[in-house]
């Protein structure tokens, strides 16, 4: 089947456009050379007119005018110029003629524009058949022949337009001679352009095709700096990133697999066990709190999958509202309080106002909060020391939670955001989690119009900061 590839459709267009260029260069030139030529021509024939005029003018001082010396001029002006040539009086009548001419006009009147012109007294340059002498359309000029004031008549020298125009025919053929090779080499010059970026095309093609099939690791060379070739290169950013996303999904699965069957078991487990007696009633009671901890982890992995679904697919909706931040962290620090005692961790909280009003959706800065304190306690050391601060400056509400545990690697901190992404397990003392928090936290925050970094020392201690738009002071 024919395809019309992006190769063939440029060869047509540039094919197309070399012929309409020069289409319109040959009738420019044509019409330029056509008027050059035709001026050239009348400016030749006036010139032999006055020649003429200056030759009859000698012989009639000399009283030598007659037949065979006019027949003598007409036939060198034949000759030479190769145009038909012939003599009329003052009155119009035809007196002599050159010999190409029937002689039966000779003693006849005429009735024409050039005519009238001459006997005018003035050159007349006309191209037709004078008053049907010719069969044929010729250029003719026409020169009055005044002596000493007194027009005697004019000569009208007459030159076929065939031999003018087969003079242009052959520029038009010398046109096509050089026009054959200059489309060769056009095509050879736009063939080579036109591989050159149909080339990496079809490669990237036959690469998508590849990555379609789930072979994610391949690669286009790039071997330009031009539009295609940054193609090229942001098609291997994509392949990497579709790379890196698929990566991250078999972790993520990976991980919530896990964090899913962990749970499971042991709520499946610990059920059992009570249903046929082998927990005793009196113990009953503490293995039940352990069975909604793990419910509680179940919940939290739902509910943190749910959020970021809601987010990417855009339905998440602000419900915003004024509110005072100061009072929103003090809630979350006293619900974790049994989190904080379990690693015996201090807790300090720092307002630089006694009340920071913010405008934003309560719920979600609450749950950022609780993120952000949970990542603080899981890579904390037992007996270490989590900081919460707020300042307002710049007109903007400055969020602060530090802890003093072990920092994130540089490497680390490109990727912290990310979904699905765990800090290195020497740094995970709480291995709970599959990463799914802080991209939380950077999605309700991004969706607030704000902003959201991270500052780590390997050696220890790492900072998260937000901010937050404050309310409108009435």
Known sequence: ????????????????????LFG???????????????????????????????????????????????????????????TSVFFMNSKGQISFTSSDVNQKWIGQTITDEAVNIVLNGKVATVQGKIGGMFNEAVLTVGYPIVIDGTLIGGVFMCKPMDILRSSMSSVVFLMLGYMVPVIIMGLALIYYSTKKITGPLIEMNEAAKVIADGRLDKRIEVESEDEV????????????????????????????????????????????????????????????????EETGRL???????????????????????????????????????PRFNKKNIK??????????????????????????????????????????????KDKKVFVYIRDNGKGITDDEMKHVFERFFKADASRGLDKTGVGLGLSIVKEFINAHGERVDVKSRPEGGTEFLFTLKPADKK
């Open 1 to 20: 089947m024919f395809k019309h590839t992006i190769l063939k459709k440029q060869m047509f267009l540039y094919m197309s456009i070399i012929l309409i």
């Open 24 to 82: 319109i260069f040959g009738s420019g030139i044509s019409f330029i050379y056509t008027r050059h030529y035709m001026n050239e021509q009348e400016q030749q024939l006036i010139l032999q007119g006055e020649r003429f005029k200056e030759s009859l003018s000698n012989l009639y001082y000399s009283g030598d005018i007659d037949a065979s010396s006019l027949n003598f001029e007409f036939q060198v002006m034949k000759k030479y110029m190769g």
């Open 229 to 292: 070739g940054q193609l090229a290169t942001s098609f291997n950013l994509m392949a990497e990133s579709l790379e890196e996303t698929e990566k991250c999904r078999r972790e993520f699965i990976a991980n919530v697999s896990h964090d899913l069957r962990s749970p499971l078991t042991s709520i499946r487990g610990f059920i059992e066990a009570i249903a046929d007696g082998t927990i005793p009633y009196e113990k009953q009671n503490y293995y039940l709190k352990i069975v909604m």
């Open 299 to 337: 919940s939290k992995l739902a509910n943190d999958m749910v959020d970021l679904s809601s987010v990417q697919a855009g339905a998440m909706v602000l419900e915003r509202c004024d509110f005072d931040i100061n009072d929103l962290i003090r809630e979350s620090v006293e619900a974790m309080e």
């Open 347 to 392: 807790v300090n909280a720092i307002f630089t106002d006694e009340v920071t009003i913010v405008n934003a959706d309560p719920n979600k800065i609450k749950r950022v909060i609780q993120n952000l304190l949970d990542n603080a306690v899981k890579f904390s050391y037992d007996g270490g020391e989590i900081t919460a601060e707020v300042q307002e």
